[in-house]
């Protein structure tokens, strides 16, 4: 009886017609993981039949996954924003600490060239997916404590980017192209939200976008990806293979698609099809109409995390509002990477799309970071009509 009691003293809020979480937040997170469960079983089962002896090799990884996710999402969602704010710069160190231990041969298991796993049993924890979270919430903690200076000095740019060309300059080792830039893009985004003048956001724009544009071209193989992306029927054997395989996914798929299961692309012609491009074997098999369903979820998904950082603003909690900014960033940047590579208006790049593809990592961390929007929204939600209730001389 006890525990029921305090079960529902966790949810309830003052004016029961209130949900004490965002619907349309949670229903597009759970649309978005059971969608993706669904494509990584289609596109996976003939891999996994001819490389691990079972054609549910891959769903049955992910359906664990997914289960520990739901496990996590429930144990972050019961703790109080006032954590993270405490712990951000801890959390911050280990962000560092995962990327250095990625690089330590032994530790960190390399992957088609990439060091970024760390191989903990039968789990493999991606560095950079952590450390994306880590320094999302120790930069809301600082813009919090740093605000008036960010807004008016460039000391107050200047003292954030340090971490950050730590964080950048490790996941260049892995390397992580990907990552970097999604990390550098959402660090950027939350220091001009926080208020970060024009001039000198501009002025720091226009630098990131040189230097994106350098580590682009440094290496070989990125260069030659870039010109394969401008036309990769140029060369669809070699180096505009992904990219040929995946159009080709999308041609067939037309308007309603060629049926769920029906994927030919699947069949060992498109690489990595269950992890960086399931949004092509989705595209094949459910069609113009199934890949635009998608688009809305993560239109509804990113939408509604803004409004709930831009509520957490209008009630002064900045530091709610700032992580729950990062976090929408983040989980915006990478679906726009992940659809623009797959649809062919990006340079191939190794990114999951968030809550849709196969990967353990990924979607544990953009659980946990679904889990604390949606604790900002209740808390938020308890703190205004908590007002309302003394306002009207009510008792909270």
Known sequence: MNATRGLKSWYALPERSVVPFDPWLLGAAIALVLTGFIMITSASMDVAAAKFGGAFFFSLRHGIYIVLAIILAAIVVRLPISFWEKYGPWLLLLGAILLVIVLIPGIGRAVNGSQRWISLGPINLQASEVAKFCMVIYVSGYLVRRLSEVRSSWKGFVKPVLPLAFFVFLLLLEPDYGAAVVLMATVMGMIFLGGMRLFQFLTVLIGAVGLVAVMAIAQPYRLARLKSFQDPWADPFGAGYQLSQAQIAFGRGEWFGTGLGNSVQKLFYLPEAHTDFVYSVLA?????????????????????????????????????????????????????????????????????????????????????????????????????????????GKEP
Do not use: H, W
Not at 335 to 350: E, H, M, Q, R, S
Not at 356 to 380: K, P, Q, T, W
């Open 284 to 392: 094949e098999e459910l069609g113009l109409l199934g890949a635009l369903f998608v688009v809305v979820l993560y239109a509804i998904l990113i939408a509604r995390i803004f409004l709930v950082g831009r509520q957490a603003e209008k009630q002064g909690e900045f530091f709610k509002g700032y992580v729950a900014y990062g976090f929408g960033l983040i989980i915006a940047g990478q679906a726009l990477i992940n659809i623009g590579v797959n649809v062919g208006a990006l340079p191939t790049k190794g990114l999951t799309a968030p809550l849709l593809s196969y990967g353990g990592s990924s979607l544990l961390v953009c659980s946990a970071m679904i889990a604390i929007v949606l604790r900002i929204d209740y808390e938020l939600k308890r703190s205004r009509f908590s007002v309302n209730a003394l306002a009207s």
